[in-house]
């Protein structure tokens, strides 16, 4: 067993965006941090581990989104200059929909949410769509907004570039180590005191942190029915003449 030097000694459980992200800032405050992850990191069944992912404020009506989206945004700004190279691309969003927007529509909420935050969004009709991105000239869609805060992120990349930042702060980082069981002290009221490795071997810390993605409940059986995993399937299509084409001439699966 491995047994923690003080009160400040943390255990993350999972070495995805959320568990990396956890023990930067814990270590950053002074705690003792670490961080076993199941597989290698960044993990292939990890959510966080992908090739792109949007890094937007555009959420409707949802106010409390919008504002970590924004907040989020600057942040990642800052992140582009820990990296060894820039991994957030500020592209902009661009928001369309094939019919006017109304008051209550996602795009419509969305642009007087934003607007409200000061950023200053570029409206389009059909004619300005097809100005300003030729490619959807001929498409169907009829309004919309372009808002240059936001773009997307090299999700995986990012996941392996927060890791080693994590190790050169000091973070202790544990890969190919899945975590058998959380040790819970029934006589001191349920007070957990460390986790326990597939290897048996016991590791003690005064908080534990679960960062464990769809794998939470196992871990935290209260936790069932509560935490439920979801997947979306996302394909990714090789263009033989990377010039630019309209999307109309493609046949994509159904």
Known sequence: STQSTGSRSVIIIGGGIMGLG??????ARGFEVTLFERDQ?????????????????DYGSDDVYTDLGYEAINEWRKWNAWMERPLFHETGILCMTDQKMT?????????TNVTKRG???TRLNKESIGQYFPIWKDSNFVDGYYNPVGGWVESGEVVKQMSLI??????????????????VKRSL???VEGVVTDDGKVHYCEKV???AGAWSPFLVPSLKGLLLPNGQSIFFYKVEDPKPVSYTHLTLPT
């Open 22 to 27: 956890s023990a930067i800032e814990l270590k």
């Open 103 to 111: 008051s209550k529509s996602f795009e419509y909420t969305s642009f």
């Open 119 to 121: 950023v200053k969004l």
């Open 166 to 183: 994590a190790i050169k702060m000091g973070v202790k980082v544990i890969q190919n180590s899945p975590i058998k069981e959380i040790l």
């Open 41 to 57: 990191i960044p993990s292939p069944t990890a959510a966080s581990t992908d090739y792109s992912k949007v890094v937007r404020m």
């Open 189 to 191: 009221k349920n007070k």
């Open 209 to 211: 942190i679960v960062c």
